[in-house]
């Protein structure tokens, strides 16, 4: 008996379904966005492997090309509102992709505020919130949200908990009760809505980025 055990095959997508099933599941013309969400860098259209990041970063590009990756997808891209010159540290990363046929989409808002996958409805998540709501409203639309916790917290236990889920130390600006029962999360560099968490009569405002301001603001 002779027996044949051919290679398996490599499963394969095609750039543009992957990028249009992306835009449509978050939604990215329901967001007034500096960055320029979808396909930024356009590559092979054959995708064998997709590499996610944070940020389109040099290393970033590197690691997934290292990993054979054919698409890199990211929440900060390389593309937003101001066009760059493809010069320096901007032009390096431009030419990587291209040099090594490497797709890059980008989503930002889109992902920060998408109601099932999104990182602020998911830290709310990690936090066993209640009665979560759309909140922090940015050029007319909400793009976190708010909740209940389903027990009060002390602010060290909501620090240990998101400590251990995001492996980040946070950085507190006290000055609310003892106990947390309501919070409200807008991640990246949104300490501005902290006026509107107050303004909700919000125990606990959770933001990616501090300002200096805040902190007299929380203590007021």
């Not at 066993?128 to 389903?150: C, M, N, W």
Request: charged content about 20%; proline content about 4%.
């Amino acid at each position: 008996m002779n027996i044949n055990l051919a290679a398996p095959e490599l499963i394969m997508a095609h750039r543009d379904e992957i990028t249009a099933f992306l835009d449509k599941y978050l939604n990215i013309r329901g967001f007034r966005d500096d960055s320029m969400n979808g396909l930024q860098v356009q590559g092979d259209a054959r995708v064998h492997k997709i590499a996610l990041g944070v940020s389109a970063s040099l290393e970033f590009f590197r690691r997934s090309a290292d990993a054979c990756a054919d698409m890199a997808v990211t929440h900060h891209g390389l593309l937003w509102s101001r066009q760059e010159r493809i010069t320096g540290q901007f032009g390096d990363k431009v030419r990587f992709l291209i040099a090594n046929n490497m797709s890059l989409a980008a989503y930002h808002l889109p992902l920060d505020g998408h109601p099932v996958i999104g990182h602020n409805r998911a830290i709310l998540r990690y936090l066993g919130a209640r009665s979560v709501k759309p909140f922090g409203d940015y050029h007319e639309k909400p793009i976190g949200f708010q909740g209940t916790l389903a027990k009060p917290l002390s602010v060290e236990n909501v620090c240990a908990i998101l400590r251990r889920k995001l492996a980040s130390s946070p950085q507190v600006f006290s000055g609310g009760p003892a106990k947390i029962r309501t919070v409200a999360v807008v991640s990246g560099g949104a300490a501005s809505m902290l006026g509107q968490a107050l303004g909700k009569g919000i125990d606990l405002y959770v933001t990616g980025e501090p300002s200096e301001y805040v902190q007299e603001q929380c203590r007021e």
